[in-house]
């Protein structure tokens, strides 16, 4: 079945510095899909990319997807305390097929 | 608010006991999921109710069983569950699938003793 693979796993870094994770898929997806989760709390969507090298923008965030639709990446400009949380990668199955997350530490 | 509503939020149980999680989405979608989330695993898929038929995960243990009596409610049945099964349980909704986003509950972090 499809796997989500997701490094790196863990990333820390100074606030201000900029911060990226890579979501790779077994097998070419129809749309991924990425979350963020904050310490204690649930998984929330931030953005679905669906065309085959597209690219999103969210303020401060970045979304790219890979010309073979099989794997994407978020980038964060200049970091802060805020953006402390784990980041999901999801890819549709008959559910959401979630990578393992990288976790964002951020000291000020 | 995610307008997907999970009790209780936290849950003890021993490992003889019978609990049920619940979970009831407001949002009018028409399917419903259950994950689990531990420290050693990513986002465990368990099952998917899609327009109230069931999608099952074959390997979940049958300690756990869902129940999905309408759109809006689903369950999850605990009994005899063992110290791993702790983890949380996060229940998601959507609008059908394939191209939609989740909408995740606030969780029931579950310890068993």
């Known amino acids: 079945g499809q796997q989500v693979m997701q490094i790196p796993q863990y990333q820390h870094v100074q606030e201000g510095e900029d911060f990226t994770t890579y979501c790779n898929s077994s097998?070419?997806?129809?749309?991924i899909q990425w979350y963020k989760q904050r310490p204690g709390g649930h998984p929330v969507f931030l953005i679905q990319?669906?065309?085959?090298?597209e690219v999103k923008k969210q303020k401060r965030l970045t979304f790219q997807f890979g010309e073979a639709k099989k794997n994407s990446s978020l980038h964060i400009t200049a970091t802060q305390t805020t953006d402390v949380g784990t980041y999901f990668c999801a890819g549709w199955g008959y559910a959401l097929n979630f990578g393992k997350g990288t976790s964002l530490l951020v000291t000020p | 608010e995610t307008g997907v509503t999970q009790t209780p939020r936290h849950l003890v149980m021993g490992m003889t006991n019978k609990k049920s999680l619940k979970c009831e989405q407001h949002l009018g979608h028409n399917a419903m999921y259950w994950y689990k989330q531990s420290a050693k695993k990513p986002l465990e898929l368990m099952f998917v109710y899609s327009l109230e038929e069931r999608v099952e995960n074959n390997s979940v243990p049958s300690r756990f069983s869902p129940e999905c009596p309408n759109s809006s409610h689903l369950f999850l049945h605990l009994h005899t569950l063992q110290p791993e099964d702790s983890a949380l349980y996060l229940c998601?909704?959507?609008?059908?699938?394939?191209?939609?986003?989740?909408?995740f509950g606030q969780g029931t972090r579950l310890t068993v003793v």
């Open positions: 998601a909704s959507s609008q059908g699938g394939g191209n939609t986003e989740a909408f």
């Open positions: 990319l669906v065309k085959s090298g």
């Open positions: 097998t070419t997806l129809s749309n």
